[in-house]
């Protein structure tokens, strides 16, 4: 089993920053990809930023160049430095963890979610 606990979701004006902290523990497998996923009220969960413990990354068109994701491997942590922060960033954050197992089967995992808030 696998828990995700995020921290660092609050209120901010538009243009500002917040930085999203999520720590994983539990069984983690040695490959697995870590990210952010956000929900909207009344819009579908989407994915923000992942990344593998190599560094390989992907983002969500609407966040390159203001995301910025990182992990530290070795604290299993994931992190999402978001700058430039507009009201449509408003959304309730998900930290993810998918791993394999060692008989091939798949895991997900998630967080309970921290809010964050841009106003106008």
């Known amino acids: 089993q696998v828990q995700l606990v995020e921290s660092g979701g609050g209120l901010v004006q538009a243009g500002g920053s917040l930085r999203l902290s999520c720590v994983a523990s539990g069984n983690i497998a040695s490959v697995n990809r870590m990210g952010w996923y956000r929900q909207a009220p009344g819009e579908q969960r989407e994915l923000v930023a992942s990344m593998f413990r190599d560094g390989n990354a992907r983002y969500a068109d609407s966040v390159k160049g203001r995301f910025t994701i990182s992990r530290d491997n070795d604290k299993n942590t994931v992190y999402l430095q978001m700058n430039s922060l507009r009201p449509e960033d408003t959304a309730v954050y998900f930290c993810?963890?998918?791993?394999?197992?060692?008989?091939?089967?798949?895991?997900?995992?998630w967080g309970q979610g921290t809010q964050v808030t841009v106003s106008s």
């Open positions: 993810n963890l998918f791993q394999w197992g060692t008989d091939d089967s798949n895991f997900n995992y």
